[in-house]
């Protein structure tokens, strides 16, 4: 751990503190709100969108190289105004209705947030590659080997960064939502209420970090100005964007229109709005790379691509979207205490995993990680499947009620928690290792939009699944409490196997594909 490596783990903190509001927000969906699950599915699409416009907005980090904290401020702008706009329809819900229905302050919300944690996550990416030393303190060059090893030492402490963001605010929700399932649904609002205005923390801890980024740099300047070299030399030993790299119109202009035909389909209202988005944007990310990987080397040309393509994969495997977890909360009784404890449970687990299997990461392919983390998904998913069809209420009475779905739960969690975030890390390594000097934040944006482009698809996936298997909660009429929409959870199995087999079937025939073609993985 080195004190340059702060700045951009701060900021990777804000974004593990957003789900600081997401138990909450699962809850007031459920509760105030009657959104069915495909919305929420095509919401999360649109949601996952902004994550593609790293492309032009990584070529702008590489062209505004000193002035790439702006993109930071702005980002924070964005998440706050998100903020007030959930404390808003917490605490003032009527005034906010007379300006528009609460669902569409509340999506307006949703999609602000996403926009401002793309602006903060692209310059943090740059940053990691400026905080590992090019010089030691006596101004000699650091052993390229010694220097890989820092990187990716940096990649696995932003994970860190983000998990260990999620543990405090898990601790913090398992406090505040002590005993909110019995309250009345004023104090609800209440305790939801504070919890919005805790997470004011957020935009704050980012502009923190590069507030420390900007003394440290400026600690910098003033040592080795003292060793008696001038600016130029200065900047030389520490790596600094002296120069910026030519304007590729491509990146920008392929950014720009992607953002004016996306505003354009969503307003509209095509029919198939996400389905023309998606294909857009993969066509412009496809291409960017192919551009950008034009001058690399055929092995490491390879290399990033296969890499990539499992990654993608990965990432793109639907899920069973929200019908699963109203199900736990109605069927099961989960309620908000609990979910929060699920929730610390995985965050702590996940971060211990991630330092346990760091030698696995290193020592083994990326097909071999991926294939090891598909069967280890496939087998972990099997638990909620068979409570689904009564597995707790069969262990609980053979058990005395200590097996029970609760139980069971924290187990299942407890030993998946760790698998989603050590596939990203050895790819987040290599690129950060091997991408072109003056290109780092630009390699860092096109491929982070290529994998974040699977979240899309794994929503598409989950608005499909939700339409071939209808899952639905109870709705009630806020006012009179008449029942508006009945709860069906019928279909929730089929559902799960599906989602199962196809997160097993999916990731193994990209492994097999790197296996028997050119390509090759990190």
Known sequence: MRLSYLPPLMVYVAAGISSLTGIVGTFYIKERLGLSAEFL?????????????????GHLVDL???WKSLLVYLGAGLIAASLFIMIGLLGHDEAMREFAPLAQWYVLASLLAPIGYVLQDVVADAMTVEAVPRVEADGQLVDPEKRKQMHITMQTLGRVAIIGGGILVAVANVILMKDVAILS????????????????????VSVCGIWLAGWLKQREIKHFSARGLDRAQIDVLTGAHVDAPPVNWWILGGGLAFTIISLGVGIVQIPGAEEIIFCLSMGIVLFLIRQL?????????????????????FRAIPSPGAGSTWWMIDELGFDQQFMATLSLIGS??????????????AERSMAYVIGVLTVAGTILSLPVISMYFGLHEWTAAHTGGVVDARFIAVIDTALESPLGQISMIPMLAWIANSAPEKLK???????????????????LATKYINQVFTVTREIRDAEIGSILVSADYSELGALLITVSILGFVLPM?????????????A
């Open 64 to 66: 505004m190289w000193r």
């Open 185 to 204: 649904e004023a104090d609800k609002a209440a305790a939801y209420l504070l919890v919005y205005e805790l997470a004011l923390v957020i935009p704050l």
């Open 41 to 57: 599915a095509v919401l999360g699409f649109w949601m996952a969108l902004p994550w593609a416009l790293k492309m032009p907005l």
């Open 293 to 313: 990987i034009a001058d690399l080397e055929s092995e490491a040309r390879n290399v990033l691509v296969g890499t990539a393509l499992l990654v993608f994969v």
């Open 509 to 521: 025939l990209a492994v097999l594909a790197i296996r028997y073609t050119r390509l090759r993985s």
């Open 441 to 459: 934040a630009t390699f860092f944006a096109v491929m982070a939009s290529f994998t974040n482009l699977a979240l899309s698809a794994s929503q």
């Open 348 to 361: 702590v687990l996940t971060l211990f995993g991630m330092f346990i299997f760091r030698r696995f990461m």
